[in-house]
């Protein structure tokens, strides 16, 4: 009897041919993972795609198998093609996402479109991994760092303190001192590092906090093909996920200015040093955390509403909704 079980022999081949093909695009990645603090959770979406993979491996193993073969080909093509112009023009971004693009390609050409729907999420979270071009990274991060002193300078002269704004400079005259400092809202502080981690942290709360679907003794594969295409748009799942994400925007966005707000104010009290060492890195992981659980109440809020929008509007609703789907008719909220 062979160790390796024959039915993962294709896979773990067009595995082995991907990793070869994208040896140095992979290593590149992983060097910016290391060394880009904007992307530091990048280090960890291998490891809850690998979870993600392994929980669903029987899913996979049931999934009905149906290649979409021009539709593949003409991806793999695609992508091959991103990779040669990626590489010929020295751009990092068309080279990763041409990977992207390969292995749904990959997915499709093989196994099929309701096998490269089970990979959907996996495959979202490593796009998030991703950096996106430098350009189009300062193009966020400046108007997020003029909001963030905007709002610092409001919270300054709510609480009268003397202060005066230039772009994204604060100047200010702090207690007891001799002549007025000035504090930057530099790139680190504009929030988009949270803004990337709380939205790939929103996706993975959404996929494995999802509401269950299915009825006992059903036929859980049968169950799947009815909930797919129109449904999926009209379900609790879909619309529960697409509020977390779009929330996690101006949750990551209005704390980072509440941070950068406080840092002002205990700024004009205890000097500018409260915005360097220690202080500085603490109060970050203070706001992420409070971030995080803003978005989990969010999930909460939504979860408690959906009984009082299925009394109110039951008649309007989708059959997802209302629970009169017989396949969907003890969807249950956690």
Not at 29 to 49: K, M, Q, R, T
Not at 209 to 225: E, I
Request: hydrophobic share 55%; with cysteine; proline share 5%.
């Amino acid at each position: 009897m062979s160790v390796f079980p024959r039915k993962f022999l294709q896979p773990a081949a067009i595995a082995v041919a991907l990793f070869f093909v994208y040896f140095s695009v992979l290593l590149k990645l992983a060097n910016d993972w290391w060394h880009d603090e904007n992307y530091s959770h990048g280090l960890l979406i291998p490891f809850v795609i690998g979870f993600i993979l392994w929980q669903e491996r029987k899913r996979f193993g049931e999934a009905n198998r149906a290649p979409w073969i021009w539709i593949g080909a003409g991806g793999i093509a695609a992508s091959l093609f991103l990779l040669w112009a990626g590489i010929a023009g020295a751009e990092l971004f068309v080279q990763r996402v041409s990977l992207v693009l390969m292995l749904v390609s990959v997915v499709t050409y093989f196994f099929g479109a309701r096998v490269m729907q089970l990979l959907a999420i996996p495959l979202f979270l490593f796009l998030l991994s991703i950096p996106i071009p430098q350009i189009i990274f300062n193009r966020v991060a400046f108007p997020l760092q003029l909001f963030a002193s905007r709002c610092a300078v409001a919270a300054m002269w709510w609480m009268n303190i003397p202060v005066l704004r230039q772009g994204n400079v604060i100047e200010m005259m702090p207690r007891g001192a001799s002549e007025p400092k000035r504090l930057a809202v530099v790139e680190a502080c504009s929030g988009i590092r949270s803004l990337m981690t709380l939205i790939t942290l929103a996706v993975i709360y959404a996929y494995f906090t999802k509401p269950r679907t299915g009825r006992p003794g059903s036929n859980d594969q049968d169950d799947q093909k009815k909930t797919t295409g129109r449904t999926i748009f009209s379900s609790i799942t879909f619309w529960r996920s697409v509020v977390l994400i779009l929330s996690a925007v101006p949750i990551a966005i209005l704390t980072n200015a509440v941070r950068v707000s406080g840092t002002g104010v205990l700024a004009h009290y205890y000097g500018t040093r409260v915005a360097d060492g220690f202080f500085h890195s603490f109060s970050g992981w203070v706001v992420y955390i409070a971030a995080a659980l803003l978005l989990f109440a969010t999930a909460w809020i939504f979860d408690r509403l959906v009984p009082f929008i299925r009394k109110i509007f039951g008649a309007g609703l989708p059959p997802a909704w209302t629970g009169s789907n017989p396949t969907l008719n003890q969807v249950r909220v956690e």
